[in-house]
C-alpha cells in the first residue's frame, strides 16, 4: 500500500488502518473468493496475517463451493452473498469507518479540487476495487475503470451510486482440484469449524492430510468425505475418537469403511443422527446391526445404498432399534425383501421416506402400509406402472374401472 519508492503519501488511508475485525473480516475478506485470499497473502506480511485471522475464524468450509457463483465460508456471525446472485454483489463498507470517504461528494478529479482527504478516500476506494478485483463507485455516478493514454481516469456513465459501494465480480471458476498445499494453507489455523466437506479433494485427499484437521477441531458435527477412496480406517477413528459431536457424515463411496471402522464410529459417535453409507460394500448384516443397537435410538437419517451384503436382518435391527428413523435408502440392496420392509411399517411411525428401487424381492403388499400413512416410496405401485406402460403403447390412458 506504499508508493515504489517506499514513502508513504501524506495523509493517505492504507486498507489495513481500518479495523479488522469490525470492517475487513465481516464486510471485505469474507466476500473474497478463496483463490484471492491466496493471492492476498502474497503482498505483505501484513496481508498474510489479516487472512489468517480470516480464516482461523471459520465455521464451515465447504470446498464444492468454490465455485463461479458461489459464497464463500464466512466467520460465525457473518453474513455471505446469496451463492446464485447472477450479477456483481456490492459490497457496503459502515459509514462511520470510512467517514473520510464523504469528502469526496461533490469533487471533480479532472479539475483538480480534491483537498488532502479526499484525495487519499478515493486513492483508498480504488485500492479496495484492485484488492477485490471489481469497481468502484465515482462520486460523479460513474465508475473509475483505470487511465487513458493522457493519464486521466477513464469513466464510464452509470446509474448514481454510493461513493461507498465496491462492486464485487462473481467468485471465479477454481474447479473441482483444489491443490494440496492450498488445503492446507486454508485450513492450518481454523480450530472451530463445525461444518466441512472435501468431496472435491477426494483424489488425494489421505490421512495425513484429513486427521491434523480433525484433531484442531473437536467442535465438528458435520462431515462430507463423499469418494475420498484415499482414506482409511485411520482417518475415521481419528474422527469419532476427536469429535464427540459429531451429528452428519457422508462416506458414500468409500470402499474403505468396513465393519470394523463402523464399530468404532458407533462406539464414539453419541450425537449421530445422519449417516450416508452409499456404496460402502464391505459392510455386512453384523455391522449395521451393531450400528442399530448402539446409535439406534438418535439415527434419523440412513443410507445403505447399493450394498448387495445388506439383508432383511440388517433392516429389521433397524426398525426395531431406530423409532426415530425419518429417511431409509435401501436402494440396490438386492437381499432386502418384503419382510424387511414389513418391519419397518410396524416399528417406525416416524419414517416419512423409503428409497427400495431395484429391490427385487419387496412386493406391493408390504409397501401398501407405507402408502397408507403417506411415505414417500420411490417405487409406484404396479396399476400406475401398469397405466403408463399401456398409455406408451397405446398413445392414450384407457379408462379403469378400480371397483371392479
Not at 459490497?91 to 469507518?97: F, I
Not at 478516500?121 to 484492485?130: A, D
Not at 475415521?236 to 468404532?264: I, T
Not at 451384503?309 to 425419518?326: F, I, K, S, T, Y
Request: a positive charge.
Amino acid at each position: 500500500m506504499e508508493p515504489s519508492g517506499g514513502e508513504q503519501v501524506p495523509g493517505a488511508v492504507r486498507l489495513l488502518d481500518l479495523p479488522w475485525e469490525d470492517v475487513l473480516l465481516p464486510h471485505v475478506l469474507s466476500r473474497v473468493p478463496l483463490r484471492q485470499l491466496l493471492r492476498l497473502q502474497r503482498v505483505s506480511r501484513a496481508f498474510r496475517a489479516l487472512v489468517q485471522l480470516h480464516l482461523a475464524g471459520l465455521r464451515r468450509f465447504d470446498a464444492a463451493q468454490v465455485r463461479a457463483g458461489g459464497q464463500n465460508p464466512a466467520p460465525s456471525g457473518y453474513r455471505p452473498r446469496p451463492a446464485s446472485s447472477p450479477a456483481p454483489q456490492p459490497v457496503c463498507l459502515p459509514l462511520r469507518t470510512l467517514r473520510v470517504l464523504q469528502e469526496c461528494r461533490g469533487s471533480d478529479p479532472r479539475r483538480g479540487k480534491y483537498s488532502q482527504r479526499a484525495r487519499a478516500g478515493c486513492q483508498l476506494r480504488r485500492r479496495l476495487g484492485s484488492l477485490l478485483g471489481g469497481q468502484v463507485a465515482n462520486p460523479e455516478g460513474g465508475l473509475l475503470t483505470g487511465k487513458n493514454s493522457s493519464g486521466a481516469e477513464k469513466q464510464r456513465p452509470s446509474r448514481p451510486r454510493d461513493p461507498l459501494r465496491v462492486e464485487v465480480p462473481p467468485c471465479p471458476q477454481v474447479g473441482p482440484q483444489i491443490p494440496r498445499a492450498a488445503l492446507a494453507w486454508l485450513l492450518r489455523d481454523a480450530e472451530g469449524l463445525q461444518e466441512l466437506a472435501l468431496a472435491p479433494c477426494h483424489e488425494w485427499l489421505s490421512d495425513e492430510d484429513l486427521v491434523p484437521v480433525l484433531t484442531r477441531n473437536p467442535q465438528l458435527r458435520s462431515v462430507a468425505l463423499a469418494g475420498c477412496g484415499q482414506l482409511s480406517r485411520r482417518a475415521l477413528g481419528a474422527l469419532a475418537e476427536g469429535c464427540p459431536r459429531l451429528q452428519r457424515l457422508s462416506l458414500a463411496h468409500c470402499d474403505w469403511v468396513d465393519g470394523l471402522a463402523l464399530r468404532g464410529l458407533a462406539d464414539r459417535c453419541p450425537a449421530l443422527e445422519e449417516l450416508d453409507l452409499t456404496a460402502c460394500r464391505q459392510l455386512k448384516d453384523e455391522a449395521i446391526v451393531y450400528l442399530a443397537q448402539r446409535r439406534g435410538a438418535g439415527l434419523r437419517s440412513l443410507s445403505l445404498a447399493v450394498n448387495a451384503n445388506v439383508g432383511d436382518a440388517a433392516v429389521q435391527e433397524l426398525a426395531r432399534n431406530c423409532p426415530e428413523l425419518e429417511h431409509l435408502d435401501l436402494t440396490g440392496c438386492l437381499r432386502v425383501g418384503s419382510d424387511g420392509v414389513r418391519t419397518l411399517a410396524e416399528y417406525c411411525p416416524a419414517l416419512r421416506s423409503l428409497r427400495v428401487r431395484h429391490c427385487h424381492h419387496v412386493a406391493e403388499p408390504s409397501l401398501s402400509r407405507l402408502r397408507k400413512r403417506g411415505v414417500d416410496i420411490d417405487v409406484e405401485p404396479p396399476l400406475h406402472q401398469a397405466l403408463v406402460l399401456l398409455q406408451d403403447m397405446a398413445g392414450f390412458a384407457p379408462f379403469v374401472n378400480l371397483q371392479v
